[in-house]
């Protein structure tokens, strides 16, 4: 099947007029659109799910003691997705949701690189910049979450350890979010309890990712733990 | 494409939390495409209102977007033209412009924008059929491949490839005969 893009049609649809974004366009759907589409945790739930997270984070945070110096970002008194510090990583990590009291929907993020972040991404929430500039042989990954899925969609529960092969794999040929021509990505969601997932963003700096790649990423995932 | 992508999935993990603004910086990446599709979709029944039911769809729908299916500017069309179809369907009882049906069919010149931009364009994707139409605008239009104008419309590649071989040579006619020449096979003439 020769598939092709009509030129002479490309240039007359594009001559065609685009409507104007009305001034109060936006104004409207931020109305309609205010308030979470997510179940939030009823109060005594929530309450409970504190409690326990403060808890586990007591335990945790007696038994803390990185040798790696790694530009951490905001309290990790909670428990949230970590990478424990290891020679030739980078680990930025952040617990918003605990330290931006006025941004509670707000993620927490977990970084791992196998090269230096950009410094302007270590204060963004991001690493736009190292992605774009990822050499090859560079790892960078990242763990969203965990935040509460409604879907109906059938997710799986985490496997720890992660592994890229497990994971959903993009090329470097085009992919949305793709940060810079060279750098293939593996994602998956995935359950941590039954009402959060998490999802986890792996790029290499390779268009064909080598199985020593791959196991340099592999054993990065494996020191990632998360909240239970 | 004017969408800079890098970061589009942590906007929308943010958007699925709840993050309101997330979701407005995403859609306002995608919004002028997706006026230019839904505008070039429905003619003469394009009003904003579609994009707002559409956006606010996508928002409550946001929990059900899966990256391992698509990508999400692919998964934000296909509801935006859902509810083209929805619009269309609604307003099948009142007079149109753009219809298969010869009985459908008034004065291409109700449409504004017609007179504004090329009459025997417009005239001729409203003679298309709501798939042929919508092919045309992702594949030539937007630069969309098949393979995602196909998952947009949920068809089958090769009714993708088949819809824009019929399509095509009735919009070259039209771009170069005169308005009252244009006719088609199983199309109406205007009248």
Redesign the interface.
Known sequence: MHEYRDKELAEALDALPVPPTSDDFYTRMRARTTGSPRQRLMPGRRLLATAALVGVALLVGGAAGAEFAAPSRGATSTPVPAFTPATGWNIVETNNRQSCSSCPDKLDLAWAANVPFAPQDTQADWPTETLKNLPPGGIVIVVVGPWTYTGSDAIPGLQLPVQVENLHFEAANWYEGQPAPNVSSYFTSAHINPQEIVNVFVWVGSDNPTPALKAAADQELARLTMPS | MEVD??????MV??A?????DA??RI??EF??SL??FS??LLGPR?T?DV??EA??RA??????????RG???SWLYRIVYRCCLDEQRRRRRQPLVWASGLEELPSPHTFE?AV???DG??DALGRLSAEERAC??L???L?F??ESAATILDLP??TV?SR?NRA?PL??RA?REPLEETKGEGHARIP
């Open positions: 992508p890098a970061p589009i999935p942590e993990a943010r699925q939390c709840g993050d309101s979701f407005e859609v306002r919004d002028r006026r230019a505008h070039r394009w904003e994009l707002q956006y606010l928002f409550r729908a946001l929990s059900q977007y899966k990256a391992e990508t999400f500017r924008s504004a931009a090329r364009l417009w045309v605008i594949v030539d239009g630069g491949d098949y590649r090769g490839a824009l095509r919009l070259h771009l």
